[in-house]
């Protein structure tokens, strides 16, 4: 008999906790959580988890070498990470997988946290998100060394989280009193690609599972992509009630950051109203191999 396939995944947060369920369903593989504090995980373990301590902010040999004990490292440490941990991460993988090479082991699998929008595209967000940037960045070193160092990679760009886009502090869909009010960024034409985490974790499953062809590649996941102008009347169908309409243009966006300048929300909002934030359902994964995922429809009727 042949040993589990060992994955890491690393947090147990939004994301970590939503991939959890679909991972450890698979057959043959065992899921090991790392975190920085196991004891608040606990309840995570089963005969298919382990929870172990983890900090991808300590010393680069060490983590390589930790990396190294397994055949998948998936990463969901969430976006509160310092400056540089990503590509610091990318180039602890790539030197694990020479670690695997050196005992005759086969490629590391890595899926880096790009869980957002596509980052070839939106670049650093003309320097508002150099979080972004360093995504990019991480794109860049895989597709340039990961080959050369005994490593496969993809990304799985799933545009928001079905979730995130209706925080009442993104304030697209925000609820006042009794009214609601729905935000386009930039026009009502403009569209927004978004996936629920528990789909993220299916279609990441799926892909482990080898169900296609995902290697050295980035994939496109969609649970909806919708427009601004689609969305306010999906909403007001699930609220059943009109909703106030307003449209937040790029100049306003861009005058409303100019007001506060470090508010990263405003920043962030000024790069959803630009490109590479949404993509045709028809070319994602789900679509193609037939996934089912929760739609916006859906998903705000359960909401409402
Ligand atoms: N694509 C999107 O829609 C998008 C993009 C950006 C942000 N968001 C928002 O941001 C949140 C993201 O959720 P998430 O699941 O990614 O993150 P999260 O809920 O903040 O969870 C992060 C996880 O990573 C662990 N962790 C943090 N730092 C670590 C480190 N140095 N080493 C090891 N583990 C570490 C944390 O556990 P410990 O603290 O125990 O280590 C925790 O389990 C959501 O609220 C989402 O709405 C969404």
Not at 20 to 27: F, Q, R, V, Y
Not at 203 to 210: F, M, R, Y
């Amino acid at each position: 008999m042949t040993s589990a396939t060992q994955i890491l995944l690393i947090g147990a947060g939004e994301l970590g906790t939503a991939f959890l369920p679909h991972l450890s369903a698979l057959p043959h593989t065992h899921t090991t959580v790392g975190v920085r504090t196991p004891e608040k995980y606990s309840h995570l373990s089963s005969c298919t988890v382990s929870v172990v301590p983890l900090d991808i902010s300590g010393p680069s040999e060490a983590l390589s070498q930790s990396f190294s004990n397994y055949d998948i490292v998936i990463s969901a440490t969430g976006f509160g990470q310092s400056s540089g941990t990503l590509l610091k991460l990318a180039k602890e993988i790539l030197n694990a997988g020479l670690l695997r090479r050196n005992t005759n082991q086969s490629r590391l699998w890595f899926f880096p946290w790009q869980w957002g929008v596509d980052y070839d595209i939106t670049g650093d967000g003309q320097g508002l998100m150099p979080l972004f940037g360093e995504q990019a960045a991480v794109r860049n070193l895989l597709r340039a060394e990961a080959t050369q160092n005994n490593i496969k990679w993809t990304v799985v760009s799933t545009g928001i989280f079905m979730s995130f886009l209706f925080e009442q502090f993104w304030g697209v869909v925000v609820r006042e009193g009794g009214g609601i009010t729905v935000r386009a960024l930039r026009n009502w034409d403009h569209g927004i690609t978004v996936t629920d985490v528990s789909d993220i974790g299916k279609i990441l499953a799926q892909i482990v599972a080898g169900g296609f062809d995902a290697e050295n590649t980035v994939v496109y996941a969609a649970g909806d992509t919708v427009t601004y102008k689609e969305l306010a009347d999906i909403v007001e169908r699930a609220a059943g009630q009109p909703v106030e309409r307003e449209e937040w243009t790029i100049p306003y966006l861009e005058a409303e950051l100019a007001k506060d300048p470090d508010d990263q929300i405003k920043k962030y909002r000024l790069v959803f109203a630009r490109d590479g934030v949404c993509w045709d359902k028809s070319g994602t994964v789900n679509y193609k191999h037939s996934i089912p995922v929760i739609d916006v429809d859906t998903y705000a009727r359960k909401l409402f």
